[in-house]
């Protein structure tokens, strides 16, 4: 069974940057596409980035455009979220998820704080 | 604001049947499959229905989905207290080339 861990999440400061990292059990990421998605506290479920199997397209929410990048390395089965220019509005668990449009699969969730 | 809009909140007694409805527009439900999902923070959410009414492997048939139109609703019966959770349509919107969900309903069993 296909599992997804994300790691990296922690607390930076307004303006700092982060790396968010996705490790599929198999390999999963040339063959599906896959996303980020997050959840604020009380809030509920926003995509924010979707990458191709094909790798040919990337997708980003408007919210979080020119400040964050989606990129995979298919050798080691792993998919990142490079964060910058973090705000507030930013804080949220973040899950790397697999699928085009329906995500049939989920990782449990890293937790990104930004706060000063 | 989402683009897609459910009801904060529904409720209904244990074994008892619920709808949760999903309205968007024909940029987004209207031409595109509707996902839902259930999600209790702190947990990894869960796909139950893909493709308007499909489930996936392992989805009970308590629950179900339909589309009409620019509107998709989940139904589900036999209601447990385990079904107590956060329910989210999702599907890709044309217009804005994203993925867009629901703000979300949140499902008391009483």
């Known amino acids: 069974e296909v599992q997804l861990l994300e790691s990296g999440g922690g607390l930076v400061q307004p303006g700092g940057s982060l790396r968010l990292s996705c490790v599929a059990s198999?390999?999963?990421?040339?063959?599906?596409?896959v996303n980020w998605v997050r959840r604020a506290p009380g809030k509920g479920l926003e995509w924010v980035s979707t990458l191709t199997d094909s790798g040919a397209n990337i997708y980003l929410a408007d919210s979080v455009k020119g400040r964050f990048t989606i990129s995979r390395d298919i050798s080691t089965n792993s998919l990142y979220l490079h964060m910058t220019s973090l705000r507030v509005e930013d804080t949220a668990v973040y899950y790397c998820a697999r699928g085009l449009i329906a995500f049939d699969l989920w990782g449990q969730g890293t937790l990104v704080t930004v706060s000063s | 604001q989402s683009v897609l809009t459910q009801p904060p909140s529904v409720s209904a007694a244990p074994g008892q049947k619920v709808t949760i409805s999903c309205s968007g527009s024909s940029s987004n439900i209207g031409n595109n499959y509707v996902s839902w999902y259930q999600h209790l923070p702190g947990t990894a959410p869960k796909l139950l229905i893909y493709e308007n009414n499909r489930r996936p492997s392992g989805i009970p048939d308590r629950f179900s989905g339909s589309k009409s139109g620019t509107s998709a609703t989940l139904g589900i019966t036999g209601l447990q207290t385990g079904d107590e959770a956060d329910y989210f349509c999702?599907?890709?919107?044309?217009?804005?080339?994203?993925?867009?969900f629901g703000g979300g309903t949140q499902l008391t069993v009483l």
């Open positions: 999702g599907t890709w919107d044309s217009s804005l080339s994203v993925v867009v």
């Open positions: 198999t390999s999963t990421f040339s063959t599906y596409a």
